[in-house]
Nanobody
């Protein structure tokens, strides 16, 4: 069973920053595309960012390009999402996920919960 443990999130004013952190097994971090998915109230689930197994190539949804940065520390088996210049539209539940299709920032179906963390809420106020 894949285990992804997420931390971070919280509330911030528009223009502010937050960092999300996710830890997983060494095998997952070193062998699979990983990234972040979000789902806002009344919105479809959206792949936000993806990083390849080596932690070199990164890909982003257009909605966050230039504001969010995904990174990975392979020595610590940890994935990060640095979110800057946040807007109220970024408010959502954020999930760390793995086994993604890197080129499309696409992740397994939501019902395949083994590939997802427990989620953390990000709320941005105007």
């Amino acid at each position: 069973k894949v285990q992804l443990v997420e931390s971070g999130g919280g509330s911030v004013q528009a223009g502010g920053s937050l960092t999300l952190t996710c830890t997983a097994s060494e095998y997952i971090m070193n062998n699979y595309c990983s990234g972040w998915v979000r789902q806002g109230p009344g919105k479809e689930r959206e792949g936000v960012a993806a990083i390849d197994s080596m932690g070199i190539a990164r890909n982003y949804a257009n909605s966050v390009k230039g504001r969010f940065t995904i990174s990975k520390d392979r020595a610590k088996n940890t994935l990060y999402l640095q979110m800057d210049n946040l807007t109220p539209e970024d408010s959502a539940m954020y999930y760390c996920a793995t086994d993604c299709a890197f080129s499309y920032v696409r992740f397994p179906p939501a019902e395949e919960t083994d590939y997802y963390s427990q989620g953390t809420q990000v709320t941005v106020s105007s």
